[in-house]
């Protein structure tokens, strides 16, 4: 009997224990919440995005949810740093801020009901330490005899930039202390841009990024190039000579960029070096659209501060090269041989089969033929072929050719798929 009794308290209390553990795990519905796994969504110095996936609120009614953090392991609503985090779909997300940069924390995901609060899984973070900044140079762009574009993209290292720039000389490794000049673009992160001005005229520089912090001063890499009115292609380091006709600064070669369906003349390379490349209608675009505008606003494949010509614009260099037709003349509008001696104007005095041009306005229009979409190469040293940015509709596209036997300048549409020349302008 006694023997009897004794396991009836055992089965009792078991029950009792029993009980109350379920009914800590169950906060109202009558079944647990369940809370999954936490992950980092980014990290700084500063600041933290946590996310938590619950897996199952399971007809309970949540008053508050989000992460709570601390330095040591732990944390609580009630004695440590929390934040109510945002709950989408199943997932909440918390931005933790206020942190110190280089330390580690414990962090836990919290959810509270009308009668407890429930926590999730803990994991350790560690913010970003602080240091001196980091920075890159840009390339150099919109080069003249006399001013350039430059710039750098930077991160402040975890502490306020006080001041961040360029510099440049002709020596090399240009710094604050070894400058002909330099620019303060003041504080912040992310990119900026510098004008370096007071340029010498076929001078080559050196230009680099700095930016400065409590931790001090950091540069990025030296960039050089030349003060010239030519333009200097960044992606490949070509140089093309330029010419300024009217208000207007044109390429004064072939675009000899390789990129997107292209060709050698012959499928010579030596042709490219001489000629430049011929390119169908849709490489030269690069995925923009049609533009029949003064400027075209089309950079397409040329260079940065460069773009494509419009036939529009193209109307006012042949208006600003012909003796006898102006800008703005109708002439220009129409199609085929048009003017009176641009075309002329145009053409070089050397690789023409015959009646060389004068070259007049320093144009420099060499006959580097073209291709159709047969696969053959014609005309090299008879016509030269060159694109615009205006189509004319979806399979045609406005363009201009020189050829030898004439003194004029062509101007038709045809089909987008030939291999045509290309010139670009300043923008």
């Not at 509270?112 to 920075?135: A, C, D, F, R, S």
Request: proline content about 3%; aromatic content about 12%.
């Amino acid at each position: 009997m006694k023997t009897k009794l004794i396991i009836s308290i055992i089965v009792i209390s078991i029950v009792i224990v029993f009980s109350c553990k379920k009914e800590a795990e169950t906060p109202t519905g009558g079944n647990k919440i369940e809370i999954g796994k936490s992950i980092t969504d980014s990290l700084s110095y500063y600041s933290a995005k946590i996310s938590t996936v619950i897996t199952g609120l399971n007809g309970n009614e949540i008053t508050k949810l989000g992460h709570c953090w601390s330095q040591a392991t732990t944390p609580t609503v009630e004695k440590d740093e929390s934040v109510s985090g945002v709950l989408d779909s199943i997932t909440v997300s918390s931005n933790l801020i206020g942190l110190k940069a280089n330390k580690s924390y414990y962090v836990r995901p919290f959810v509270t009901t009308n009668q407890q609060t429930l926590y999730g899984q803990e994991v350790i973070i560690q913010t970003m330490p602080t240091g001196k900044p980091i920075i890159t140079t840009n390339e150099v762009t919109n080069i003249t005899i006399n001013t350039a574009t430059c710039g750098g993209i930077n991160d402040d290292g975890g502490l306020t930039i006080s001041q961040r720039g360029i510099c440049w000389n002709t020596t090399g490794n240009p710094t604050l202390e070894n400058n002909l000049d330099f620019t303060n673009n003041g504080s912040g992160t992310g990119s900026f841009t510098s004008q370096l001005t007071g340029l010498a005229e076929n001078t080559t520089y050196y230009v680099t990024a700095y930016a400065i912090n409590e931790e001090g001063t950091v540069y990025g890499q030296t960039k050089s190039f030349l003060a010239t009115n030519d333009c200097v292609d960044p992606r490949d380091g070509q140089i093309y000579e330029t010419v300024v006709v009217g208000n207007q600064t044109w390429f004064a070669e072939n675009l000899n960029y390789n990129i997107g369906i292209n060709w050698c003349y012959g499928d010579n390379p030596s042709n490219c070096i001489t000629y430049g490349r011929l390119y169908n209608w849709a490489t030269i675009m690069y995925g923009e659209a049609s533009s029949n505008t003064v400027p075209s606003g089309v950079q397409g494949i040329c260079p940065d501060g460069w773009h494509l010509p419009s036939d529009e614009e193209w109307k006012i260099l042949e208006g600003n090269t012909d003796t006898q037709y102006g800008v703005g003349d109708p002439e220009w509008d129409e199609n085929g041989y048009r003017g009176y001696n641009a075309g002329k104007n145009f053409k070089t005095s050397t690789n023409w089969s015959s009646n060389m041009g004068t070259n007049t306005v320093g144009f420099s229009a060499l006959p580097g033929g073209y291709r159709p979409t047969d696969g053959n190469f014609y005309e090299l040293g008879a016509s030269g072929y060159w694109w615009s940015s205006t189509d004319n509709g979806s399979t045609d596209a406005w363009f201009r050719i020189l050829y030898y036997n004439h003194d004029r300048v062509y101007r038709d549409k045809y089909y987008k798929g030939y291999g045509f020349s290309v010139r670009c302008v300043r923008d």
